[in-house]
Nanobody
Framework: QVQLVESGGGLVEPGGSLRLSCAAS????????MGWYRQAPGKQRELVAT???????NYADSVKGRFTISRDNAKKMVYLQMNSLEPEDTAVYYC???????WGKGTLVTVSS
């Protein structure tokens, strides 16, 4: 059974950094692309960043230059390094197994002074 478990969320001040992690199990991780999405209060879930199985990346315009997605296939992990955080980045962040409907339960990121 596929499981995705996010971690690393928390409260951070504007301008700060956080690193989110997503641990995958129950799947041949290395053949799938992975994605990070987020959902802010009262808003629809939106794409943040994706990474293909061979490491090609794509970012939402709102996070380009501030966020970096990466993966470690040996550890079945995907990461989201978030720098220069803004209050608008406050949301629950989810990881998703590409091309499937498998989602993690999310981790909350709050950017506030």
């Amino acid at each position: 059974q596929v499981q995705l478990v996010e971690s690393g969320g928390g409260l951070v001040e504007p301008g700060g950094s956080l690193r989110l992690s997503c641990a995958a199990s129950g799947t041949l991780f290395s053949i799938y692309g992975m994605g990070w999405y987020r959902q802010a209060p009262g808003k629809q879930r939106e794409l943040v960043a994706t990474i293909t199985n061979i490491g090609s990346t794509n970012y939402a315009d709102s996070v380009k230059g501030r966020f970096t997605i990466s993966r470690d296939n040996a550890k079945k992990m995907v990461y989201l390094q978030m720098n220069s955080l803004e209050p608008e980045d406050t949301a629950v962040y989810y990881c998703k197994l590409g091309g499937t409907d498998y989602w993690g339960k999310g981790t909350l990121v709050t950017v506030s002074s």
